[in-house]
């Protein structure tokens, strides 16, 4: 059974940043490409970053720049280091793949920016 389980957020002022991490449980990570996504209330889920197999990254505009997507495959990883922080950042931040995710998703971890 996949099993994702997300840690590192908190709270943060605007301008300073945090490292999401992303634990899997399951067959096949190196194999699959992985992302971060994120709900803000009243609002649907969105990707924000994804990472293939080989390492190759894609952004959402809103984050290019700020956000950077890594993973260890070795140990099931995937990581999120967010800087330059906005208020619109703030969120419920998952992982999971980018494309078909899977159906099990993680609970989340909470990045709220505030002052």
């Known amino acids: 059974q996949v099993l994702f389980v997300e840690s590192g957020g908190g709270l943060v002022q605007p301008g300073g940043s945090l490292t999401l991490s992303c634990a899997f449980s399951?067959?096949?990570?190196?194999?699959?490409?992985m992302g971060w996504y994120r709900q803000a209330p009243g609002k649907q889920r969105e990707l924000v970053a994804d990472?293939?197999?080989?390492?190759?990254?894609n952004y959402a505009d809103s984050v290019k720049g700020r956000f950077t997507i890594s993973r260890d495959n070795a140990k099931k990883m995937v990581y999120l280091q967010m800087n330059s922080l906005k208020a619109e950042d703030t969120a419920v931040y998952y992982c999971?793949?980018?494309?078909?995710?899977?159906?099990?998703w993680g609970q989340g971890t909470q990045v709220t920016v505030s002052s």
């Open positions: 399951g067959w096949f990570f190196s194999i699959n490409a």
């Open positions: 999971n793949r980018p494309a078909n995710p899977f159906e099990n």
């Open positions: 990472i293939g197999p080989g390492g190759t990254t």
